[in-house]
Every structure is written in structure tokens, then in C-alpha cells.
């Protein structure tokens, strides 16, 4: 078997993070995977992709040339020979399941995210069933893919992409007297909710002990995020992108994931795996992840009053977080092992077989 993996681009983060994981996996069930990305935007995940020993092939081209990218990646599909493709995200979707009916490939695709803008929703729709397999990230995504995109359940499967490590360093737990050290990973992006965050921090109750909170990423959002902190009048560092998330993870007492739309979310999950409790947005899969006031706290999407609340309680009683975040790591390890993480791959490569 051999597996042509189309992704959008090897920005670093988001779908292309957990790459060399998924493909460890389908490599050991003995395919051989080449990866093929539209675009390169930050090309920050291309190092760890390479390190695992994969081939990685990037188109230099804009993220809007759709026909530009269906013919550079035709032409890479003749000439490679695989057969089978796999997609992540609707872009490579898209133009994989037209390639893959050109070249009478069967195709299999991810889906990672739980929003979709309305013209993709109903081209994913519209094609299909041009992908013979369908793969959700997480129990949201999984359901998700099946309403929205009307994919029937025997041509649906699920791979959570997060696959839990007990040796990744974990966080000192607080002890009193201590700053409390709230943190969060992601791009610095709308969809992130981070502005939600900082207008959660100016809305605390004057009897709250104050934070210190650090984000570590990169976007376009900088600069706005800035002055809305700045004219809000909360302090947040904007650490910039961060090359070793688990030790920036380690350096936390708790983790905030403001979203307003997730898949996975794979940064969250390994907050909880470094033994830190999360206070999140109650979408995606966070909220089968999280169990309420035992490993963090969800509040709905877009609300600064309900995320203010919920931080509020924690800083209030700091003593909380150790039993939280020891929960929350017991509940991750526990249901994201590298064991179910290998079955689930194993059971796709074996369907994947008798196409």
C-alpha cells in the first residue's frame, strides 16, 4: 500500500501537528506514505515531519489557486504511482477526491474541523461519495461528518488524533503564596477566541487575585490583540510561537482554550496530559474530554461573562488545581493511549485493504 497524504500546508500546529503520529502508525501496518501539501505557509511542521522519516513534498503556490494546485498535484499522483490517497481538511479534500476520480484511486478523508463555511459544507456534500472512507477526528467531528455531510455509518470511521505520552513533562502543581500561571497555545486567530480571553480578564471581580497569563502563538491577530489588551487594560503576553509546546505547557498552573469552534483540539488535550486543568469553550470535542469540575470547567462559546466566572472560581481557590489536573491527565492518558491510538489506525489500514 502505498499512501499519497495530501495536506493543505505544513503551517505548524493545527492538522498537520499530529502527522507524524497518524503516519507512524500507518507505517507500521506497512504502507509506505509520502506527504503531498498545497501550500507552505510558515512550513514550521515540516522539520518534525522529516525527523520521523517521511518525504515531504510542497507545492510553492498561493492558497487560492485551486486549478493551479489540481494540476500540480495530478501531475504528482501520475508520476508517483500510489494507491491509495488520503486527505486532511476540505481543500485537499476537494482536490484529492478530483484526482483520485481521474486516476481511479480510492480516496480516504479526515475531518478535522466542526465549522465549516456553508460553500465547502455543501461541496464536501455534493462529493462525497467520491471519498470511499471517511474518517472523524473526535466524537464531535465523527458525528458531526455523518449529519452534515450525510456520510453513512459504514463508510465512517473514527481516529482521534491525539495520542497520549505519560513521559512528556508535567506542571508544578501551585502552592500558596504563588502567582497563579494561566496559559494558551494556538494561532493567532479569530476562531481562537483570544479576544475573548482578554475581555474575560478585564471583567473579573475586583476581589479576584490577579493572573499572570502568557499565549504562545503567532497570527495575524497580534497587533489587535495587543491594543485590545492594552485598552481593556490586562496584561497578557503575547509569547509569539513556541517550538517546544510541552515545556511552555510544564511552566502553567492552568490552561484556557477561549474557541469558538474546535475539532480535537490537540493543544488542550495536551495541557490536561502535562496535569493541568482547562477551562474551555464547550465546543468540539472539549466538552467529551473535559469532565466538569473534576479535570476543568466548559462555558459556552463567545461569552467573556461566563469565562470571567469560571476563572474567577478557580483563582479564588488555587488549592483546587493540583486534584484537577492530576484528573485531568488520569482521564487523557487513560483515553487517548498510544495502545487504543495503534488499534484505531490498524482498523482503517485493514478496511483499507479490500478497496
Known amino acids: ?45 515540516i522539520a518534525p515531519m522529516e525527523a520521523s522519516g517521511l518525504e515531504v513534498i510542497v507545492r510553492e503556490g498561493a492558497e487560492t489557486d485551486h486549478f493551479a494546485a489540481l494540476g500540480w498535484l495530478d501531475s504528482r499522483i501520475t508520476q508517483d504511482r ?48 467520491l471519498s470511499r472512507l471517511w474518517i472523524g477526528d473526535s466524537d464531535a467531528v465523527t458525528r458531526l461528518t455523518a449529519e452534515r455531510l450525510k456520510v453513512p455509518a459504514a463508510r465512517l470511521m473514527q481516529w482521534p488524533i491525539f495520542r497520549a505520552d505519560a513521559s512528556a513533562p508535567t506542571a508544578r502543581p501551585w ?27 478585564a471583567r473579573l471581580p475586583t476581589d479576584t487575585p490577579r ?20 485598552s481593556a487594560g490586562v496584561a497578557v503576553d503575547l509569547a509569539g510561537y513556541s517550538d517546544d509546546p510541552h515545556t511552555f505547557l510544564a511552566g502553567l498552573h492552568l490552561y484556557v482554550q477561549p474557541s469558538r469552534s474546535e475539532g480535537l483540539c490537540v493543544a488542550a488535550h495536551e495541557a490536561m496530559q502535562a496535569g493541568l486543568p482547562v477551562v474551555a469553550s464547550a465546543v468540539g470535542q472539549l466538552p467529551y474530554s473535559i469532565a466538569d469540575r473534576r479535570s476543568g470547567l466548559t462555558v459556552p462559546p463567545g461569552d467573556p461573562d461566563a ?32 495502545d487504543r491510538f495503534r488499534e484505531a489506525g490498524f482498523a482503517i489500514l485493514d478496511r483499507m485493504r479490500w478497496f
Not at 499519497?4 to 501496518?29: D, F, Q
Not at 493572573?211 to 492594552?230: C, F, M, W, Y
Open 1 to 45: 500500500m502505498r499512501i499519497a497524504y495530501i495536506i493543505n500546508s505544513v503551517e505548524g500546529g493545527g492538522a498537520a501537528l499530529p502527522v507524524p503520529s497518524i503516519t507512524k502508525v500507518l507505517r507500521e501496518g506497512g504502507a509506505e506514505v509520502r506527504i503531498y501539501a498545497l501550500t507552505r505557509r510558515d512550513g514550521r511542521a
Open 307 to 338: 469565562l470571567a466566572a469560571a476563572l474567577a472560581a478557580l483563582l479564588r481557590e488555587p488549592s483546587r488545581l493540583e486534584t484537577m489536573g492530576r484528573q485531568a491527565r488520569a482521564d487523557v492518558l487513560d483515553r487517548f493511549s498510544p
Open 211 to 230: 493572573p499572570t497569563v502568557v499565549i504562545a502563538g503567532e497570527g495575524s491577530e497580534r497587533a489587535a490583540l495587543d491594543q485590545r489588551a492594552r
Open 175 to 201: 502552592r500558596p503564596g504563588e502567582t497563579v500561571r494561566i496559559g494558551s497555545l494556538g494561532r493567532l486567530h479569530p476562531v481562537k477566541g483570544f479576544d475573548v480571553l482578554i475581555d474575560a480578564l
Open 82 to 129: 500510489p494507491t491509495h490517497i488520503w486527505t486532511s481538511l476540505t481543500r485537499a479534500t476537494l482536490l484529492g477526491q478530483l484526482v483520485g476520480l481521474r486516476r481511479r484511486l480510492p480516496v480516504v478523508s479526515w475531518q478535522h474541523a466542526a465549522y465549516l463555511k456553508p460553500a465547502n459544507r455543501r461541496l464536501l456534500r455534493l462529493l462525497q461519495p
